[in-house]
Structure formats: structure tokens, C-alpha cells
């Protein structure tokens, strides 16, 4: 069974400038996430969604992130424009999720994550 | 939101050695994950453990949701163990704790 798929691995841009992000979950997972790794520190959960919708963006700073999982499979983060402090590993994840309930989370699946530095 | 300590924040081991890592959660949990960041960056699942114990080979966990804590159990550990062991609360709001940075030594 392939596992969670990211590309870009590494991302090198100017602060202002915009980037995005791609993540293909694991086929059949119904719940996709999106995190923010700051160095030294633990994931912290961006996004989630269920299908192709919003179950929780409370930690997303909507002014300059946006995300979307429009066919309810693959998913793309993007940022525009960037600041130095968003240099950070953006790491996706998917669960199953087989409750029927989003707000109880199954086990979750992690990609490699994509590396941004901002400059 | 419920509130996840790990504890130690740093161990340092020698090859063989055994340890015990701790996660205390500030309310009651039923939905509790651990993981290994390998010194790549990678997320490695190790335990889905809601409750009870469950043992993979040299590595064991236990979830007391009443107690409000979960200990993982490294064993005979290997310089491959090396890295940040991470809990998770899986319930909303989803929160990680800071981690525990494992040094194995050979």
C-alpha cells in the first residue's frame, strides 16, 4: 500500500514571494491534514478536512494560507505571500477514519513533509 | 484545550540500555497516538493506543485515559531508536506534545 505522497520535498523562496504544497493521501482515507513543523517544536495542525470539506481551520492564518482538497482526494497548501517566519517542514497526514464522526480522528499516516525556507 | 506534557524533554542512552517516556494530558483522553521522528525529518507511527497496552517488538506502550497519561517503553534500544518521540491527542482540538529527543549512544 503506497503511503502519503508530498511534493515539493524542498522549497527555497524570497520572503513575499508565494509557494504551494501537494498531498496525495492514502487511497481510502476520507480525512486528510495539514501541519506546520517549526524546528524543535511539535506539528501543529494547519487544517483538516473530511471529504472535500472544512472540519477544523482554526489554527490556519487565513491571510496568507489557504488550502484546498476540491475532489475530495488530493490536496494542495498554498501561501502567498510568505514570511520568514513561515520558514517551517509542512507536513501532511491521512486517516481513515471509519467512526463516521470527524471530530474522532483514527490513526494517522504521515508524509516525508516538505521543507520551506524563506529568505 | 487539553494540554499535553512529555516528559523527559532529553535522554541520553547507551546501547542496550531500557527507558520509559512519558506523556500526562491535562483532562482525560480516549484517542492517543505515538510517533518517532526518525533524524530525517519522517513521522513514524508507532502506537494507535486509545487505551491498554500494546507491545511491537522491543517497543511498548500503556494509556491510563483515566489517569490522564500513556508511557512508551524502549527496550534493548539501538542507535537507530535516535530521534523525537512525539504523543498526540487525537480528539479536537489536535494537539502534539513538544517531544522527547532520544540520543542513543553505542
Known amino acids: 500500500e503506497a503511503g502519503v505522497a508530498q511534493s515539493p520535498r524542498y522549497k527555497i523562496i524570497e520572503k513575499r514571494q508565494s509557494v504551494a504544497f501537494w498531498c496525495n493521501p492514502i487511497s481510502g482515507h476520507a480525512t486528510l491534514y495539514w501541519y506546520q513543523q517549526i524546528l524543535g517544536q511539535g506539528p501543529k495542525l494547519l487544517i483538516q478536512?473530511?471529504?472535500?470539506?472544512?472540519?477544523?481551520d482554526s489554527q490556519l492564518p487565513k491571510d496568507r494560507f489557504s488550502a484546498e482538497r476540491l475532489k475530495g482526494v488530493d490536496s494542495t497548501l498554498k501561501i502567498q505571500p510568505a514570511k520568514l517566519e513561515d520558514s517551517a517542514v509542512y507536513l501532511c497526514a491521512s486517516s481513515f477514519n471509519d467512526r463516521g464522526n470527524p471530530l474522532l480522528y483514527n490513526e494517522q499516516f504521515f508524509g516525508p513533509g516538505t521543507r520551506l525556507t524563506v529568505l | 484545550g487539553i494540554q499535553v506534557e512529555q516528559s523527559p524533554p532529553d535522554l541520553i542512552l547507551q546501547e542496550g540500555a531500557n527507558s520509559t517516556l512519558r506523556c500526562n494530558f491535562s483532562?482525560?483522553?480516549?484517542?492517543l497516538q505515538w510517533f518517532h521522528q526518525n533524524p530525517w525529518g519522517q513521522l513514524i507511527n508507532l502506537f494507535y493506543?486509545?487505551?491498554g497496552t500494546k507491545q511491537n517488538g522491543r517497543l511498548s506502550a500503556t494509556t491510563v485515559a483515566t489517569e490522564r497519561y500513556s508511557l512508551l517503553y524502549i527496550s534493548s534500544s539501538q542507535t537507530t531508536d535516535s530521534g523525537v518521540y512525539f504523543c498526540a491527542f487525537l480528539n479536537t482540538p489536535l494537539v502534539f506534545g513538544k517531544g522527547t529527543r532520544l540520543s542513543v549512544i553505542a
Open positions: 493506543i486509545p487505551s
Open positions: 478536512f473530511q471529504n472535500n470539506g472544512v472540519v477544523d
Open positions: 483532562d482525560s483522553v480516549n484517542n
